[in-house]
């Protein structure tokens, strides 16, 4: 079993639409949480940061911590064709990078 | 543009062969890290460099190095390539312990 664990998709959802995206992990040490957004033949690119429980938010995205379900979401609203990318979970024990641990991606498209 | 930059973008080589992957981090940027990115493993940390030195180890196998340069570019070799090395390989930097920056990756092609 992976310690992060992420659905593939590939989810399709009209413009507009709210997506929510998650990963579940069996390690309750993670205590940094990041969601990066990857676009074709690009690499990842930071998009959320949080430390420990609870939400952030910064425009239309929102991340949620869920600790003590070991589940942490990414919520996209009013979804726009420019958000159709691959979008990756990962975790670590400390704030160092040489430590993250990813999900395999959640590939997303916006249709029009 | 991130401002890592990674060369070549891509590689097609037959197994038992060495290649050698380039990064140039952003400037000013002492830290390096090398991942690799299969389909079924997603994003997985091989080794961090700072200026110049190791630093972390993650799931390297030993026919894989990397070293950084003086000018704080690194190489990441792969030796005795074989099939299942196919995949991309992301070279990140970063300045102390603010935001991770990926290059755009060389794909890794074993025949």
């Known amino acids: 079993q992976k310690e992060v664990e992420q659905d593939p998709g590939p989810l399709s959802v009209p413009e507009g639409a709210i997506v929510s995206l998650n990963c579940t992990y069996s390690?309750?040490?993670?205590?940094?949480f990041m969601w990066y957004r990857q676009y074709s033949r690009k690499g990842p690119e930071l998009l959320m940061y949080?430390?420990?429980?609870g939400n952030k938010e910064d425009g239309r995205f929102t991340a949620q911590v869920d600790k003590s379900s070991k589940y942490i979401s990414l919520f996209i609203r009013d979804s726009q064709p420019s958000d159709s990318a691959t979008y990756l979970c990962?975790?670590?024990?400390?704030?160092?990078?040489?430590?993250?641990?990813f999900g395999t991606g959640t590939q997303l498209k916006v249709e029009l | 543009d991130s401002g890592v930059t990674q060369t070549p973008k891509h590689l097609i080589t037959a197994t038992g062969q060495r290649v050698t992957l380039r990064c140039s981090p952003r400037?000013?940027?002492?830290?390096v890290y090398w991942y690799q990115q299969s389909l079924d493993q997603g994003l997985q940390f091989l080794i961090q460099?700072?200026?110049?030195?190791?630093?972390a180890k993650g799931n390297i196998l030993e026919r894989f190095s990397a070293q950084q340069f003086p000018d704080l570019h690194s190489e990441l070799n792969l030796s005795s390539l074989e099939l299942g090395d196919s995949a991309l390989y992301f070279c990140?930097?970063?300045?102390?312990?603010?935001?991770?920056?990926f290059g755009e990756g060389s794909r890794l092609t074993v025949l």
């Open positions: 460099y700072y200026n110049g030195e190791e630093r």
């Open positions: 949080t430390y420990s429980s």
């Open positions: 400037s000013g940027d002492l830290s």
């Open positions: 390690n309750s040490a993670f205590q940094y």
């Open positions: 990140a930097s970063r300045m102390g312990g603010g935001e991770l920056f």
């Open positions: 990962a975790m670590s024990l400390t704030g160092g990078g040489n430590k993250l641990t």
